[in-house]
């Protein structure tokens, strides 16, 4: 437990840069029951942070106190603090929604807007917050269409429904929705595991390169795709009493390599899934 | 990978996008809350107005009524008021008798073919059988003063029986058929095709599978239909207005006249003797409670058989 | 007017061995069989018994029917006019009422009760489905028309054209077209927010979620999301519960006036398709009961036509959510 801790405040990890995000001490549990709890790290910006782990071990959890969608779920509490660029997203300065407009989210089945064209879908986040002038919502449209790598295939049928597209490239549209507001931080829940192999490397390119826009934090329950594309990584586990929690948090680089905690290294190495 | 080219790109125009959206979020903010607020507010308001009524309603019914019931309400024959006697209304035993009878004979009629044509709809895949789902469905949303209507061109016309019971009876039979037809292929088709499939396996012919297997498991699935479209055929006045004659005696004989609770509501509040008018709320109180007993009935026990299940 | 359960899920799919393990038809088919045509047999006679027993009216009389605007028996014309008019117009009124006040109650129901509530709060409204027609008839005869007299009447005549609207200011009648539609309302409300309660509460919730991580306010995500995602099922709601209406009998019997005049003012007494049928048919004979067969005729057009619209949009609604 001490090593986790005096870990993150070694040099190591200010040597990773600026820090967007800072999870100290936080705990999920709903209706009193435990889901999720220890997790104390730093996610440094514009890189790759996932959160890997069996399932059960509460990362798809986590993600989401990160833009307080558990403010939806009755009997839901959050422990700890959770501080982006240093405000306390549940008892600072910061509004909801505000937070939101600047942690988007992506889920994991492509979820776009049925009843809306591919255009009303990228804009939606900004018509929620109010914006109206139609040179704006053009500029973020291409703007985000370009960065999730659709504004060739789409930009000559942007009043197209949604639906028309296939699974990746709705999955894509999700993401270019979340970018348009422009956020600092992307949190992504599994975005490929609905999709096809072709469908996944695409956007796993997409992450890798969308780093330098955003931080990204991801979800994922294949190594695999963890190794390839990100930078640091969290590893979670179910504990005795079902609760999950944080056992280490390193490089990716570390944690695939030579990672501390031998519960680690049983995962990575397929041990257990 | 040309898309991810132009991504380097677009990326010098970050900030002043990202500022301006901001900004404008940050602007309209109060007011986006403050609408969704009282929205929020006039959607609990509209949720209480609906309740309202309902309040309403059963406040006046017990206010009114419960003066009006006692022994005599229940054990005498109505009788007419007279300039003498202005509150001789007598009571309603009549019409307690005649509902009573009427809904033993319309489920005689309804229940047996109903749950009958259930198990035909959930185990038939044709055109027939989907033609007569949606014939079904039509029929119970349809105005039961049809039923009066087809009651009394068929039984009290055609047959020659005259305004009876069994008249009434085959009215609020039809109105209960499509009710009991629908919920109970709903509650057949709710039963675990695992234990078709484990009857079939243990090499019971299909028949079998359905009658002592999937049929009392969805039993209860089907008294709460048929406890729901009793209660509905209770409370209707339109198709018995037509055909039972609104007999004064004790009857319950199918081939005669025949009262019914609904029915001496109707004529009570038309009624010229204020004291007539007033017993009518008696009578909808008795008729309210009958029919409140069921329905909740039926959905207390479906909901326990649904817990039971999982 | 109770409940029927409602079944919004897609068909589960029968076990193919029941129609394929056996070709031998025992008994037990032919049972079903004859259950099966006995059902056939009733609706068609419903139908059939009526129309027949209408034909010598429409052959005879059936441009008066629908042109006439005078019913005098027991040997006519017999003009149906008001009764279409008033029914049209009671139902319209109604169902706006019923929409209004529905819709807020069923997104409240869904979104912002708690659960532990939610069940007593439906069952409420589900009771509300249960009174008897005629009960809903007495109260408003009794109660409401005297509160109206005294409340919303002179509130209604204040309007700056209320004569044109509502007739006559200063007179009251036994009952209104005004009434016969609050009370319809009411009747017809539990109708619509058990339909539009089940289709709001299948949208995804993960467009919920994802509307909510952009940003969005509680009434964004109702408004821009779940109501046009629901569009289409809640059209299905309108028109179901606008069958309800057409097909009220008693109620408006008994608070509409029962009056034959085919008119806008809804003050003025007036009457409806089924509120004719049943005030007349006691008296009539001969002709006028076919004609008032040809009134049921028309009652079961209508009612028959939105029923089937609702339950196209609805399958429709079902569908589309299946692509989602």
Sequence with gaps: ??????????????????????????????????????????????????????????????????????????????????????VDIYRGDLTVTELRTRVGMVFQRPNPFPTMSIYDNAVSGLRFNGIKKKALLDEAAESSLRSAALWDSVSSRLKVPASNLSGGEQQRLCIARALALDPEVLLMDEPTSALDPVATLRIEELMTSLKS????????????QAARISDDCAFLLMGEDRAGELIEFDTTEKIFNNPDDSRTLDYTLGRFG | MSDIVELEDSMESGHEMRDEIRRISHRTHARRVAVSRTMVALCSVAL????VPLVFLLWELIKQGAPQLNKAFFTTLPSTPTLIAPNATGGVSNAIVGTIALTIYASILAIPLGVLVGVYLAETESKMATSLRIIAQTMAGAPSILMGLFAFSFVVHDLNIGFSAIAGSFALAVLMLPVIVISSEIAIRNVPNSLREAG????????????????????????????????RAVGETAPVLLVIGGGFINAWQPFNPVSALPLAIYQGARSQWPSQRAQVWGIALVLVAFVFVLSLTARIWATRKQQVRN | MTQIPIDLHPDDEVVAEFNSATTV?????????????????????????????????????????????????????FGGVPMITGTLETSIIALALAVVIGLGTSIAIVFFIPRRIRNVVATLVELLAAVPSVVYGIWGLIVIAPWMAVTVDPWLNSWPFAKVIFGNPGQQFG???????????????PTFVAISREVISVVPQDLIEASLSLGATRWQVIRNIVLPTAKIGLYGATFLSLARATGETIAVALVAGGVANAQFHLLYPGTSIAAWIALTFGESQGNEIAALMALGVLLMLLNFGFSLISRALVNRQRKLLAIV
């Design chain 1, 1 to 86: 437990m001490a090593d986790i801790q005096s870990k993150t405040e070694t040099a190591e990890s200010t040597s990773r840069g600026p820090i967007a995000m800072q999870l100290r001490d936080v705990a999920v549990s709903f209706h009193g029951r435990t889901a999720v709890r220890n997790c104390t790290f730093d996610v440094a910006k514009n890189r790759v942070t996932s959160l890997i782990g069996p399932s059960g071990s509460g990362k798809t959890t986590l993600l989401r106190a990160l833009n307080r969608l558990h403010d939806l779920t009755p009997g839901a509490k959050v422990t700890g603090s959770i501080l982006l660029e240093g």
């Design chain 1, 213 to 224: 826009r955003v931080t990204v934090i991801i979800v994922t329950h294949n190594m695999q």
């Design chain 2, 48 to 51: 209480l107005i609906a309740a």
């Design chain 2, 200 to 231: 079939l396996a243990l090499g019971a012919k299909p028949h079998k599978v359905s009658m002592r297997i999937v049929l009392p498991t969805a039993l209860s699935g089907i008294v709460t239909g048929t406890l729901l479209a009793i209660s």
């Design chain 3, 25 to 77: 038809r025992t008994w037990y088919h032919y049972v079903l069989l004859i259950g099966a045509a006995l059902f056939a047999a009733v609706s068609v006679g419903f139908v059939g018994t009526i129309f027949w027993s209408s034909l010598p009216v429409w052959l005879h009389h059936g441009v008066t029917l629908l042109t006439g605007t005078g019913w005098i028996g027991p040997a006519g014309p």
């Design chain 3, 175 to 189: 009952g209104s077209l005004l009434l016969a539609s609050v009370v319809l309302g009411i009747m017809i409300l």
